[in-house]
């Protein structure tokens, strides 16, 4: 794969959630040397900076906005700001998560249980609800979620996870056949697979980083993915080693 040009996405505005580190701020990075606005909004406004920092020396363009996807109103809020000053959306990628704890379904926490829930369905909603409208004055609208395996494939003390996840899959799934014939918007739901992430670390703890791909690997497929013409409801799984 090569990198797409820096005019690429030149004009447009693109949005990404959990964007202070891992496959977040990596696609964040890619899409403005893409060059977009690239919208960054996480919990950690320290990390949110220097990813924003990073851009701007590399000569891409960003704005920070730091937001607690679980607070109230905080995507409406989020979704205002966007529409007062670029009266637009034209890509959005839902990318925060949360992994609650690996246990089995009968000891999950519902605290924690709930706080994924909502971080990982409810918020996704949210952002959907919120940002349709912009989507929808845009004359290439794309969203992208990331999903796991498990959501597909349950595997036994990932349940709270998958569940989120497959949650999910069946909201952007039904977006996907709702927008698609009466807007231009298209959805699709990516895999990124095995990945040199801090979530991917607290999940396996042993494992040598240096045996999966890096998140700029994923990135790098993300920004290629949007310049292509895919069917809304696309799905894609990277399964690169590397």
């Given at each position: 794969m090569s990198a797409a040009p820096a005019t690429t996405f030149e004009g447009q505005i693109a949005l990404v959630t959990g964007a202070s580190r891992g496959i977040g701020a990596a696609t964040a990075k890619a899409l403005a040397a893409?060059?977009?606005?690239?919208?960054?909004?996480?919990?950690?406004?320290?990390?949110?900076?220097?990813?924003?920092?990073?851009i701007f020396e590399a000569g891409g363009s960003a704005t920070i906005a730091p937001v607690d996807l679980v607070e109230p109103d905080g995507i409406a809020r989020l979704a205002t700001a966007v529409s007062q000053r670029w009266g637009k959306l034209d890509i959005l990628v839902i990318n925060a998560a949360i992994l609650?704890?690996?246990t089995s379904v009968a000891d999950i926490d519902q605290r924690v249980f709930n706080?994924?829930?909502?971080?990982?369905?409810?918020?996704?909603q949210a952002l959907i609800a919120n940002f349709d409208p912009l989507l929808r004055k845009s004359p290439n609208a794309r969203v992208i979620g990331m999903t796991t395996t498990v959501a597909g494939a349950p595997r036994a003390f990932w349940g709270a996870y998958g569940a989120t996840k497959a949650a999910l899959e069946v909201l952007l799934d039904c977006y996907a056949q709702e927008t698609e014939k009466t807007s231009k918007i298209r959805v699709a739901i990516v895999n990124p697979g095995a990945t040199r992430t801090a979530m991917r670390a607290r999940a396996y703890p042993g494992e040598d980083p240096a045996t999966v791909k890096t998140p700029e690997t994923v990135a790098e497929r993300m920004v290629e993915l949007l310049t292509e013409p895919f069917p809304s409801g696309h799905r894609e799984f990277l399964n690169q080693s590397k």
């Amino acid at each position: 794969m090569s990198a797409a040009p820096a005019t690429t996405f030149e004009g447009q505005i693109a949005l990404v959630t959990g964007a202070s580190r891992g496959i977040g701020a990596a696609t964040a990075k890619a899409l403005a040397a893409a060059g977009a606005h690239v919208v960054l909004t996480g919990r950690d406004t320290k990390a949110l900076e220097t990813v924003e920092e990073a851009i701007f020396e590399a000569g891409g363009s960003a704005t920070i906005a730091p937001v607690d996807l679980v607070e109230p109103d905080g995507i409406a809020r989020l979704a205002t700001a966007v529409s007062q000053r670029w009266g637009k959306l034209d890509i959005l990628v839902i990318n925060a998560a949360i992994l609650p704890e690996l246990t089995s379904v009968a000891d999950i926490d519902q605290r924690v249980f709930n706080k994924a829930l909502t971080t990982n369905v409810l918020a996704s909603q949210a952002l959907i609800a919120n940002f349709d409208p912009l989507l929808r004055k845009s004359p290439n609208a794309r969203v992208i979620g990331m999903t796991t395996t498990v959501a597909g494939a349950p595997r036994a003390f990932w349940g709270a996870y998958g569940a989120t996840k497959a949650a999910l899959e069946v909201l952007l799934d039904c977006y996907a056949q709702e927008t698609e014939k009466t807007s231009k918007i298209r959805v699709a739901i990516v895999n990124p697979g095995a990945t040199r992430t801090a979530m991917r670390a607290r999940a396996y703890p042993g494992e040598d980083p240096a045996t999966v791909k890096t998140p700029e690997t994923v990135a790098e497929r993300m920004v290629e993915l949007l310049t292509e013409p895919f069917p809304s409801g696309h799905r894609e799984f990277l399964n690169q080693s590397k």
